[in-house]
């Protein structure tokens, strides 16, 4: 009996194990032919002693919720039930849609019910956008892995696990903030929980075209380079590449790495916010095609110049948080993206920063197709647990994943590390590292980040940071008028001691929407207005200024911001508000982006 017992718990401990496989990331999901969503109503289950993943001893139990168990006699004990429990959309942030999750961070348990048949010679790769912070994956009962990071994509080989009929997945979905995860545990934005961005099963080959980059040659603008890799080490494969606009079509052989190179001579149209143009691209192995739609252009500096297709470019920018429009909540869809791009499309922008960390890719590509330039970040965000290997690697995937989800985007042209982080050696070594890093996984891009200034006297601020020599455009915040009078904007000097372009990455301060006083009135949108009025005066003496991205486009949920009928847990620092209407400082930078039009 003794051997029996241990052999059921040696089995059912096995059940609980990795099953699947993280993969490489999927390139281009949206571009995949055969994509099933699994977008839609799941069922979840709010666990907030997570007793569905630990037993009493806080051991990893096998009798966990991801077995989705189901009573088979009355006497049995079950005490969970995915069929009977609540539904939420997916994608979508639990905060928003159950009114007594608004402030709960911890886990929820999520299950969707599928139907497939799956075919001989044929993978199955289960893609997330994004869940955040922590997603625990399983495939009827068999677990996955494990994902951490919430706001990069992710996916799995779930082929051994897929059965004919019906399946299920079930995501243990935590945010609980803790001290080495990134963002750490302090940050001004809201931790929205739970599946945020499309789910889908990709159905591809067994050997399948795993990712692929295309690129203008930086050197040679009718050059086009890249590559194209499989999933596995395979030689001999066919691949061939398409651009029929262009009249190209190559036929390439991949080596012993499952790799080829590609170099193609054309002369395509440079994207820009002006001729924001678009290639269709074609790439096929075997009965596989994946399309996409590629821009090219060169970004580069010189000294302190931001150059796009070798002409100056002034960077008209305004920060964005993901937050919905109108109904508020995670943005998730392409036409949330487009209201917030065309807000800041109106007023002038040529340029937006996406803050504070990666936005959904369907937002990338909507400023790419309405010619607006990106500055991408990942969440490396004031306080970091600099020297914990476990959080730099974990910032190291993040950038990695940002940088491999985008590198075809054209809009795309700044990576950007860090925000506002305290000055160190250990956090020189940690970010001097992440900017190597981001190099040699794509040089065709600036690198940035937003530092802080650090003042010499009252009125005489002097930029000193040991990043200087590892980005190629220095950026900083500062909200003089804001965290100190308005009235000394006037006085204030600037030293940037660099031979480098500057961007002014946040500056700014807080409106409630339709409260009208006298411009001395803290929160009335006359304070904002002369703010803005005086900052963009100060901010135009800065030698080398090439772009501004003022803080914020729209006001965004923040549990930091407390006053009772004026905050009420929004950062009110948008120059619109939540529900769209746009404050008098919009108009303010409306008219200086008008002036600035002729420097493009």
């Known amino acids: 009996m003794k051997h029996s017992y241990t052999f059921f718990l040696l089995f059912t401990l096995l059940s609980v194990s990795i099953y699947g496989q993280e993969i490489g990331l999927l390139g281009n999901i949206y571009g995949r032919q055969h994509v099933t969503s699994l977008n839609g109503k799941w069922r979840y289950i709010v666990d907030v002693q997570e007793r569905g993943f630990y037993d009493y001893r806080m051991n990893e139990t096998p009798w966990g919720f991801f077995q989705d168990a189901h009573q088979k006699s009355p006497i049995e004990l079950v005490e969970y039930n995915f069929d009977t429990s609540k539904q939420m959309d997916i994608p ?59 706001f990069t994509p992710f996916n799995y080989d779930i082929t ?21 995860d990134i963002p750490t545990n302090i940050y ?45 080490k395979e030689a001999g494969r066919e691949i061939r590449v398409s651009i029929p606009e262009l009249k190209v079509e190559q036929k390439l052989t991949t080596d012993a790495e499952g790799r080829v190179n590609i170099n193609i001579k054309a002369k395509p149209a440079l994207w820009s916010p002006e001729n924001p143009k678009l290639y269709d691209i074609s790439i096929v192995c075997g009965d596989e095609e994946i399309t996409d739609q590629i821009g090219f252009r060169c970004i580069s500096t010189e000294g302190k110049k931001i150059m796009l297709n070798g002409k100056q470019l002034f960077l008209r920018g305004v920060s964005i948080h993901e937050e919905a429009p109108y109904t508020q909540g995670r943005a998730h869809t392409a036409e949330q993206a487009h209201i ?34 990106v500055w991408s970040e990942i969440p490396v965000y004031w306080t970091i647990d600099w020297t914990n290997e476990d959080t730099y690697n974990n910032v190291q995937r993040q950038l990695n994943d940002m940088i491999c989800r985008d590198k075809n985007r054209a809009a795309v042209i700044i990576w950007s590390i860090a925000n506002e982080t305290p ?85 700014g301060g807080g409106a409630l929407a339709g409260w009208h006083a006298d411009k001395w009135t803290r929160f009335s949108e006359e304070f904002q207005e002369n703010l803005y009025v005086e900052n963009l005066k100060m901010l135009d003496k800065i030698e080398g200024l090439s772009g501004l991205s003022p803080w914020i486009l729209v006001d965004f949920h923040s549990p930091a911001r407390y006053l009772p009928d004026v905050q009420d847990y929004y950062n009110r620092k948008g120059l619109i508000s939540s529900s769209g209407e746009k404050k008098k400082a919009y108009f303010v930078m409306k008219r200086y982006y008008d002036e600035k039009k002729k420097l493009r």
């Open 340 to 373: 917030l791009l065309s807000w800041a499309k109106e007023m002038g922008c040529n340029y937006v920063r996406l803050a504070h960390y990666p936005h959904n890719e369907l937002a990338v590509r909507e400023a790419e197709k309405m010619g607006i330039m």
């Open 423 to 507: 000055h160190s050696e250990a956090r020189d070594k940690f970010l001097g590292n992440l900017a190597t890093y981001a190099r040699t996984q794509d040089d065709s891009r600036l690198i940035s980040m937003a530092m802080e200034v650090t003042s010499a006297s009252n009125f005489h601020n002097v930029l000193r940071d040991n990043m200087n020599k590892y980005v190629d455009v220095v950026s900083f915040n500062q909200y003089v008028g804001w965290y100190r009078d308005t009235q000394d904007a006037e006085k204030m000097t600037w030293e940037i001691p660099y031979e480098k372009p500057v961007i002014i990455s946040e500056f």
């Open 188 to 232: 001004d934005w809201w931790n929205y929980g739970g599946i945020t961005r499309d789910v889908m099963i990709a159905e591809v080959g067994e050997t399948y075209v795993n990712d692929y980059s295309l690129q203008l040659d930086k050197k040679d603008w009718q050059r086009l380079t890249g590559w194209v890799k499989l999933n596995e």
């Open 160 to 180: 051994e696990a897929l059965k004919d009929g019906q399946n299920n997945v079930i995501v243990k979905v935590d945010n609980k903030r803790h001290k080495s």
């Open 92 to 150: 979508g942030d639990w905060n928003t849609q159950d009114n007594q999750l608004f402030f709960y961070e911890g886990t929820v348990w999520f299950r969707r019910l599928f139907d497939m048949k799956p075919e001989a010679g044929k993978r199955y790769v289960l893609y997330f956008g994004a869940v955040n912070y922590e997603a625990v994956v399983y495939v009827n009962g068999k677990k996955m892995g494990t994902h951490r990071g919430g």
